[in-house]
């Protein structure tokens, strides 16, 4: 089942790759910005917009795609409540990947 959804949303505009690296020339900041209307994170990434995102340190690039970012702007009346379970997988993944470290306090 989970291939078949992840098919549809590929189908959809969201490309697979095995690229773990972005290259140089990826757009971060457009990228993020499709996703401050999302209701679930967009606050969180306008904040990061607002004071600065981090760039991903490292990974692999095979050339053929940057790694499974949201592409486009999604929510789950529009790709289904399953779908939007990957989705929002890859969505929150992407954005933690350019997301300041996380600090853990005791």
């Not at 996703?35 to 690039?61: A, C, E, M």
Request: proline share 8%; charged share 20%; net charge negative.
């Amino acid at each position: 089942m989970a291939m078949q959804l992840a098919e549809c949303l590929y189908t959809q505009g969201y490309p697979r790759t095995e690229s773990t690296a972005y290259p140089s020339s990826f757009d971060f900041k457009s990228t993020l910005g499709m996703q401050i209307n999302n209701p679930t994170w967009g606050g969180y990434v306008q904040k990061l917009l607002d004071d600065g995102f981090h760039r991903p340190r490292s990974g692999t690039d095979v050339g053929d795609h940057p790694p499974i970012t949201p592409m486009q702007p999604a929510n789950e009346d529009m790709v289904g409540k399953d779908a939007w379970k990957i989705y929002q997988y890859v969505g929150e993944h992407f954005i933690g990947s350019v997301s300041p470290d996380c600090k853990y306090a005791r």
